[in-house]
């Protein structure tokens, strides 16, 4: 199920806010369980039998808790590798397997190709459920002894399936005590509200453009077309997430829980460097503490410490999906922070902003064409042609078309990438009581606007992919 | 109560309240099967079983359901329409282009492969060639006729950058006109014709992707004094002596403004031709009598009519028996562009019969005139179904 669709806002949320909200706070346990069980239930909506695995995955986290938490080391350390090998394992079949047989066959060796369906959201429980044994093996967190709360932790609905990667310290206190009261659950529907319209105006329009030009064939492209689709997917991809995670923080509030934030406006950002600080913000520092941190992070030789970079990045680029456009991707990455890091950052640094920016998103907006791209060879063949390296067969006006068409969702996307929503915010809260009250009511009856335009999407519209539930 | 306290309650209940009032308004709304504007079937879910819930069938089936009978999905459909042309003032609205006050359709950016358009051409007209030899090998006739549609007519009105498909039209005319000449099939290509006639405007619709009445009657009597002169036949071709011209003050709701739900009609009115002196017939479709009409005539002056006003819009198979055995038959066969010239031509033959391919599934065309042996077999194609096999374009094959 996913939260931009009627499904979910006619009949799932309703039903759960009802029976949710009938049961008194006090009970806490029966609230949890309520929640659980809408959370499998949302959950098996759209993956169907494949909720099995989840709940394969919710055991084998608990067993690796109650293990990893064993004053006994030995022991202790055969839950955290008990649980990565059970949960990377599940990982690893159900996401490379295909990949990594492709990869043989192609070198030239007759290996069965297994057909294997990605179960949604497989790489975000995963690591959220790792982050819970990891933590708990590390005595950053207690060991859970409910099996219920360490499965409502890693199936809570809003953030199950595409994020953002919630810590089990983040929440494990509001899963035994939390406070579900007006003005959170008010800022939670503005927060929803607001990523909807994102999802629904913004994103979707954007991905129409994107797939539009990027389902043609690469080397016919004319440059002009290229940038646009370019363009168009990186704001698509932004703005599908970013909503995303604004959705589940929202839902989040809501019933209580309070996710850190995913994003913070990524494409203001001046270097690579600072772009990874924004983007995608529960992954990066995921892999930070999980994964850079133990390998020795930059406490140690210049040589490890760009081998620490170079696994992070490797890593990055397969977790978001087993290609090698993927790899390549997280490889692109990595060139580039290194080169911040220890050849060109230094010199970025005294550049004007303007140029940083632009820097910053020239290579990030080369990023996703990797990202986006089918395989290698359409992502060398869209590269070159947005660089001139092209039949020029499509010199038809595409481009123009592209960027008429959705001229609203153009104007309104160029304003949203920016923080003029925290502008605004500042600037009417200095302008006295009555700035303040515009800064109070509007974002709510805003929220209410862009509820009913959302619906009005959904209901006349037929394009509404979620990209980012692939990973 | 403190201000932001109002503030949050506004936001919860009006949340709350706009979800809970569409879900009521979705359930007790009239549930309709069909949509007019969007001239399709809606979504009906899945079938509730243990199977279905558990493949998870019924799930999937579900948001399509809800999305098809939303509270207030037309209105909303309307508003984004309306929207999207005199706010945004989009230059494609539903696949619509509106431009120059016409309402065009919008066509998918193409390169066209001349090489892949000269073997299409190839292996069409060998087909038809073919299906001549049938015609012939029982001693009958058979000619082609080339209509152009709708947006090759006003490719002009088309802005710069949408595809107006005039590369296409370029590659495909020639290559198929010199392929029918190859095979020795008779063609008669429209386009000339209305070029000649200095194509004007009211000869094709301006909100609908085919011809009016008056475009159609060109076609009609091209196709008939091409029949007198090629087979020394005498038929009667109806002309502004024997036929009656009447224009509907109906409005005119072509499928471009069909799919803008009527927010724009361009101001059209569809036009009959009545003989002034009518001849009895009887009319079968589908192999069932019915009401002896060419036009499916409006209850009121005032609703809005289609281009089914034309035959009754399309049928498999239509049979006019006019029971003068004296004169030839006729087989007409294509798609919706024959419906207003069979609207005309019944009255110059003994026997009418009209296939359209889309919807005749019986047998194959080619069978088809086997059986029944028409002295005379018309196909009539627009430019854009010229050189397709799909929807039964290919004589020998029955798709399903």
Redesign the interface.
Known sequence: MVFS???F???F??AL?LVYFLIPARFRGLRNLVLLGASLFFYW??A??LVLLMVLSILVNYLGGLLAGQADRRLARFGVIFASAVGLGLLGWFKYAGFLAQTIHNLGFAVPIPQVTLPIGISFFTFQGLSYVIDVYRGDAPIQKNPLNVALYVALFPQLVAGPIVRYTTVMAEIAHREEN??E??AG??RF?FGLAKKMVLANSMGQIADGIFN?TAA?LDPGLAWVGALAYTFQIYFDFSAYSDMAIGLGHMFGFRFLENFNYPYISRSVTEFWRRWHISLSTWFRDYVYIPLGGNRCSRLKHMRNIFVVWLLTGLWHGAAWTFVLWGLWFCLLLLGEKFLWGKYLEKLPSLIRWAYAMFAVILSWVLFRSVDLGQAWAYLGAMFGQTTG??Q???A??YL??F??EWALALIAFLPVKRWAQSWLEARGSAGQ?VA??VP??L??GL??LS??E???GSFNPFIYFQF | MK???W??????I???G???L??AV?LVRPKSGWSYYENRNLARPAELSVETV???TF?AS??PV??DH?A??NI??K??AWADLHL?H???VNEVVPSDGMLLGFNA?E?PDPAVIHNQAQAMAGQLAQLRDVVEGYGGHFYYVAVPGQYTYFSDSY?????SREAYTALEIPAFTQAMEEQGVNLLDMGPVLDQLGKPKEYYSLADYHYQFEGAYVTYRAILEELNRDLGLDLTVLDGDSLTVETLPNPYLGSRGRKIFGLENCGEHLTIGLPKDPIPFTRADNGAETAATVYAMPATGTEDVLYSLYMGGDVGETVIETNRPGLPSILIYGDSFTNPVECLAYYSFDEMRSIDLRHYKDRTLADYIQTYQPDIVVGIRDYEALLSTDFNGSPFQIQP
């Open positions: 669709s009627l499904v806002l006619l009949g949320l309703p806010l909506w759209g169907s039998k007006l003005p659950f008010a529907v503005t509200c043609q016919n067969l499509a038809d006006g595409q123009l078309y008429l068409q001229w609203p009250a109070l009511w709510r009856v929220a209410l509820l009913a619906y009005l959904l209901v006349t | 201000k932001s306290k503030a949050d309650w506004l936001v919860v009006g949340f709350l706009f979800l809970a569409a879900l979705t558990l493949d998870g799930p579900v948001e809800l999305q939303a207030g999905r909303l459909m508003l984004s945004f989009r230059p494609v950016y390169t802005p710069d950058f949408l595809n």
